[in-house]
T-cell receptor, first 114, second 112 residues
Framework: NAGVMQNPRHLVRRRGQEARLRCSPM?????VYWYRQLPEEGLKFMVY????????ESGMPKERFSAEFPKEGPSILRIQQVVRGDSAAYFC????????????FGQGTRLTVV | DQQVKQNSPSLSVQEGRISILNCDYT??????FLWYKKYPAEGPTFLIS?????DKNEDGRFTVFLNKSAKHLSLHIVPSQPGDSAVYFC???????????FGTGTRLKVLA
């Protein structure tokens, strides 16, 4: 049973470009969460999605960031017109239900904006 | 305003000794608490958790203690091993949701 898969592992973008980060949850998991870790900080919640629905996006910046989890395929975190401050590690987690014990995290995508 | 604090950014412990990592939180509404371990360039890995109805949970070498009145939890690792060297994050949540609030982490180094 594969774990949470994120790709790419590393992504370099120039300022103003778009970044697309992908997350395939564990098999049987229909709940996906995105977290961001800035340098020297803890992980910060961004968004919670179920298939085709955004449940909680209270941690998402209001502009340039969007997320989706289509019926088929991985969840996508999209950052438009990236700026240097978007450089961070982005982690995806998944769970089989909305409530439970621990969430399972992927290995993350490290985004560097140059 | 940090709701979850890990006041020790780093900790060094001799192999075989006890490692104690601490975490403080501000909101008494939090009722579920977790510890994750993270190696460089990897995602967080779940270690151990505790519900607010308990004050202790043990799993092998790892024990988590919860002091609700002090809003404090701690992770004890005994005996510590070099492979335990990693960054440890505490996380809190309410009502079993997965919307975690993480601390800033403590880097543990276990010296052989």
């Amino acid at each position: 049973n594969a774990g949470v898969m994120q790709n790419p592992r590393h992504l370099v973008r120039r300022r103003g470009q778009e970044a697309r980060l992908r997350c395939s949850p564990m098999k049987g998991h229909s709940h996906v969460y995105w977290y961001r870790q800035l340098p020297e900080e803890g992980l910060k919640f961004m968004v919670y999605l179920q298939k085709e629905n955004i449940i909680d996006e209270s941690g998402m910046p209001k502009e340039r960031f969007s997320a989706e989890f289509p019926k088929e395929g991985p969840s996508i975190l999209r950052i438009q017109q990236v700026v240097r401050g978007d450089s961070a590690a982005y982690f995806c987690a998944s769970s089989p239900t909305a409530y439970g014990t621990e969430a399972f995290f992927g290995q993350g995508t490290r985004l560097t904006v140059v | 305003d940090q709701q979850v604090k890990q006041n020790s950014p780093s900790l060094s412990v001799q192999e075989g000794r006890i490692s104690i990592l601490n975490c403080d939180y501000t909101n008494s509404m939090f009722d579920y608490f977790l510890w994750y371990k993270k190696y460089p360039a990897e995602g967080p890995t779940f270690l151990i958790s505790i519900s607010s109805i308990k004050d202790k949970n043990e799993d092998g070498r790892f024990t988590v203690f919860l002091n609700k009145s002090a809003k404090h939890l701690s992770l004890h690792i005994v005996p510590s091993q070099p492979g335990d060297s990693a960054v440890y994050f505490c996380a809190v949540t309410t009502s079993g949701t997965y919307k975690y609030i993480f601390g800033t982490g403590t880097r543990l180094k276990v010296l052989a």
